[in-house]
C-alpha cells in the first residue's frame, strides 16, 4: 500500500465517523464501524481502483459492513451520547446548548427517515459527494439518488417543522395579517 493511499485513508477518518455515526445512531458503535471498514479496507486494498475515489470505495465498505451486522444482530439498548455533557468553559451557554438541542432534534428526525433516505442524506448534504458519486457508492441509478435526497429533505423539513404549513399562511391572510 502506497503512503498516499495511507496518508488519505487517515484524512478520511472524520467523515467515516460521521457517516458511520448516521448509520447506526450512536457513536460508540459508529467507531465499530469506523474500524470494521478500515480493516476490511486495509484487507482488499488490492481491490481498490487508484485514480478512483478512495472516499467512495470506504464509503461502500462500510455501508455493506452495516447492512450484514445490522441485519446479523439483534436490537441492543445503548446509552446516548456522552460528548454533549462535555465542560462548556469559556463558550457563550446559552448558545452552545440551543445549538446541541437543535443538533439532537435533527439527530432524532435523521433517525426517524428510512435508512435509504438518511443514507443519501448524509452522502450529499453533509459529505459533500456528487449525485454521481453517491449513485456509484451505493450501487444505484442516479435518478434513484436525486428522489431519495428529494424526498429525505422535505421529510427531514417536516419532522423539524420547518416546512411552511399553507393552512397557517391561508388563516393569515384572511385575517388580513399580510399584504
Not at 71 to 97: H, M, N
Not at 101 to 106: D, E
Request: positive net charge; proline residues 4%.
Amino acid at each position: 500500500m502506497s503512503d498516499a493511499i495511507r496518508t488519505e485513508m487517515i484524512q478520511l477518518l472524520p467523515r467515516l465517523r460521521a457517516f458511520g455515526r448516521s448509520l447506526t445512531g450512536v457513536q460508540d458503535q459508529a467507531d465499530d464501524l469506523v474500524q470494521q471498514t478500515v480493516e476490511k479496507g486495509l484487507r482488499n486494498i488490492d481491490s481498490y481502483r487508484p485514480g478512483t475515489r478512495l472516499d467512495s470505495w470506504l464509503f461502500r465498505i462500510m455501508r455493506n459492513t452495516w447492512i450484514d451486522g445490522h441485519r446479523a444482530r439483534r436490537p441492543t439498548v445503548t446509552l446516548d451520547d456522552v460528548d454533549i455533557i462535555s465542560p462548556l468553559i469559556g463558550e457563550d451557554g446559552r448558545y452552545v446548548t440551543e445549538t446541541r438541542l437543535y443538533l439532537a432534534q435533527v439527530r432524532q428526525a435523521m433517525d426517524r427517515l428510512p435508512e435509504d433516505q438518511r443514507t443519501v442524506l448524509m452522502l450529499v448534504c453533509v459529505e459533500g459527494l456528487s449525485y454521481r458519486e453517491v449513485a456509484h457508492a451505493l450501487e444505484i441509478p442516479e435518478g434513484t439518488v436525486m428522489s431519495r435526497l428529494s424526498r429525505g429533505r422535505l421529510a427531514l423539513a417536516t419532522l423539524l417543522d420547518t416546512v411552511p404549513r399553507p393552512q397557517a399562511q391561508s388563516r393569515a391572510q384572511t385575517q388580513g395579517l399580510t399584504r
